[in-house]
């Protein structure tokens, strides 16, 4: 799941920006029923190649229909984003549309943070016309969101360097390491991945073992010291020798893009950040590949929510607004823009998106995360554990073993 993560702010200072962008009445947004509405978005996205040219659009549209009401539409880098939004919900002062990642949106919903969505949906086609990562979305048998994007993990190949080593692109994890061990010297890299502590780490980890048929879980406890998932791990730990190290996401794609790393491991969504931010080389010679493993692997990449706390008619008009996100022209925009398939599975992707076969496969593998309610629920200290486990490894030669042994006694329990 690559996005750029999270990293905990004093709260001060994380209130002081999160009010910022506020505007009045109940919420982030608000106004009487006759006045005008303020309602406020923040998010991550704005500012990023894509995102932004389709959320700016659904605004604009929204506005356009609802004349007496403004969505504020800014951003907060994802460093700080959840943090911000957990403070915000805690002084009572909720954005009114809210865009969660897979990090967080099951932690606010069992926390009682989020409006369940299901009167709503009820009266829509969604739960029959979207990705089935969507039905993931259960917490506590409700909804509490709709999905916006569905992802899958993909290589990144600048084919101009395999071709200069004589090398193809790899159909295997074998191939993969080989490769990148003999791309790897002289200030240049097999490969750009996370390298430090990152939220990604467990995602990208996750290709590995749920990619080459191994669980986390079995039933409903931890596996982790199964010898296939050893070995998953101990191949990841090898692919992470042929980066940067030190790296987290944001700083491994600006190695990619700079032409320094042959691969980048990353989200199928990098494709308009390579287009803006890429060297033309780098622009010229990118192919898209799956991840050289047995089986895909997808996950829920951004969901669209509303708080709990805001006012019924700001609730009403933050689920018209969801909803306009989901009309088939809307979803169209989105591959547009995006790049990517939308969750809605009759808008043709195949045309109109580079690689679409690469990325109908990511987006419809295998849900990395078990069908288990309370590995939801607690994902986020299971990625913040898992990711610092991972990083203990990529940084030493402890043995992979005892490392994910001791993991497995601190992880939350999921029974």
Same mark, same amino acid.
């Given at each position: 799941?690559?996005?750029?993560?999270?990293?905990?702010?004093?709260?001060?200072?994380?209130?002081?920006? &999160?009010?910022?962008?506020?505007?009045?009445?109940?919420?982030?947004?608000?106004?009487?029923?006759?006045? *005008?509405?303020?309602?406020?978005? *923040?998010?991550?996205?704005?500012?990023?190649?894509?995102?932004?040219?389709?959320?700016?659009?659904?605004?604009?549209?929204?506005?356009?229909?609802?004349?007496?009401?403004?969505?504020?539409?800014?951003?907060?880098?994802?460093?700080?984003?959840?943090?911000?939004?957990?403070?915000?919900?805690?002084?009572?002062?909720?954005?009114?549309?809210?865009?969660?990642?897979?990090?967080?949106?099951? $932690?606010?919903?069992?926390?009682?943070?989020?409006? +369940?969505?299901?009167?709503?949906?009820? /009266?829509?086609? %969604?739960?029959?016309?979207?990705?089935?990562? $969507?039905?993931?979305?259960?917490?506590?048998?409700?909804?509490?969101?709709?999905?916006?994007?569905?992802?899958? =993990?993909?290589? =990144?190949?600048?084919?101009?360097?395999?071709?200069?080593?004589?090398?193809? %692109?790899?159909?295997?994890?074998?191939?993969?390491?080989?490769? !990148?061990?003999?791309?790897?010297?002289?200030?240049?890299?097999?490969? &750009?991945? *996370?390298?430090?502590?990152?939220?990604?780490?467990?995602?990208?980890?996750?290709?590995?073992?749920?990619?080459?048929?191994?669980?986390?879980?079995?039933?409903?406890?931890?596996?982790?010291?199964?010898?296939?998932?050893?070995?998953?791990?101990?191949?990841?730990?090898?692919?992470?020798? !042929?980066?940067?190290?030190?790296?987290?996401?944001?700083?491994?794609?600006?190695?990619?893009?700079?032409?320094?790393?042959?691969?980048?491991?990353?989200?199928? #969504?990098?494709?308009?950040?390579?287009?803006?931010?890429?060297?033309?080389?780098? /622009?010229?010679?990118?192919?898209?590949?799956?991840? +050289?493993?047995?089986?895909?692997?997808?996950?829920?990449?951004?969901?669209?929510?509303? *708080?709990?706390?805001?006012?019924?008619?700001? /609730?009403?008009?933050?689920?018209? #607004? %969801?909803?306009?996100?989901?009309?088939?022209?809307?979803?169209?925009?989105?591959?547009?823009?995006?790049?990517?398939?939308?969750?809605?599975?009759?808008?043709?992707?195949?045309?109109?998106?580079?690689?679409?076969?690469?990325?109908?496969?990511?987006?419809?593998?295998?849900?990395?995360?078990?069908?288990?309610?309370? #590995?939801?629920?607690?994902?986020?200290?299971?990625?913040?554990? =898992?990711?610092?486990?991972?990083?203990?490894?990529?940084?030493?030669?402890?043995?992979?073993?005892?490392?994910?042994?001791?993991?497995?006694?601190?992880?939350?329990?999921?029974?």
């Amino acid at each position: 799941m690559r996005y750029p993560k999270v990293a905990v702010l004093a709260c001060a200072g994380v209130l002081a920006l &999160a009010m910022g962008g506020c505007g009045s009445g109940s919420g982030g947004g608000g106004g009487s029923a006759t006045g *005008p509405v303020t309602l406020d978005f *923040p998010s991550w996205q704005q500012n990023e190649p894509g995102y932004s040219q389709f959320y700016t659009s659904m605004v604009s549209e929204f506005e356009k229909a609802h004349k007496n009401v403004k969505i504020h539409f800014y951003e907060v880098t994802y460093d700080s984003y959840v943090q911000t939004i957990t403070t915000r919900m805690a002084a009572s002062d909720p954005p009114d549309i809210l865009v969660l990642p897979l990090t967080s949106y099951a $932690q606010f919903a069992a926390q009682g943070d989020l409006t +369940p969505l299901d009167s709503y949906l009820s /009266k829509t086609d %969604i739960l029959s016309s979207w990705s089935p990562l $969507q039905k993931s979305l259960q917490v506590n048998g409700h909804y509490y969101n709709v999905l916006m994007q569905g992802a899958g =993990f993909a290589l =990144f190949v600048n084919k101009a360097i395999l071709a200069a080593h004589h090398l193809s %692109i790899p159909t295997t994890v074998p191939q993969l390491l080989s490769e !990148c061990k003999a791309l790897t010297g002289g200030g240049n890299y097999g490969i &750009a991945m *996370p390298t430090a502590q990152d939220p990604s780490a467990f995602d990208d980890a996750s290709t590995m073992i749920v990619g080459q048929g191994q669980s986390v879980l079995h039933g409903s406890s931890y596996d982790l010291t199964d010898p296939a998932l050893e070995s998953d791990i101990s191949q990841y730990r090898q692919l992470a020798s !042929c980066a940067a190290p030190g790296l987290v996401s944001d700083q491994m794609r600006q190695l990619y893009f700079s032409g320094k790393a042959a691969m980048m491991f990353d989200g199928t #969504f990098g494709l308009p950040n390579i287009e803006t931010e890429g060297t033309a080389s780098v /622009k010229k010679n990118t192919v898209m590949a799956s991840f +050289p493993v047995s089986r895909q692997v997808s996950y829920v990449s951004s969901t669209l929510s509303i *708080p709990a706390s805001i006012s019924s008619t700001d /609730k009403q008009l933050a689920w018209e #607004f %969801i909803d306009q996100c989901t009309q088939p022209a809307a979803q169209a925009l989105f591959v547009k823009d995006i790049e990517s398939p939308a969750p809605r599975r009759s808008v043709d992707s195949t045309s109109s998106i580079p690689f679409s076969s690469v990325q109908d496969a990511a987006v419809n593998g295998v849900n990395m995360i078990p069908d288990t309610p309370k #590995f939801v629920e607690n994902y986020t200290e299971i990625d913040t554990d =898992f990711g610092a486990a991972l990083s203990k490894l990529i940084a030493s030669n402890t043995a992979v073993g005892p490392v994910l042994s001791q993991l497995q006694t601190q992880l939350p329990p999921v029974g």
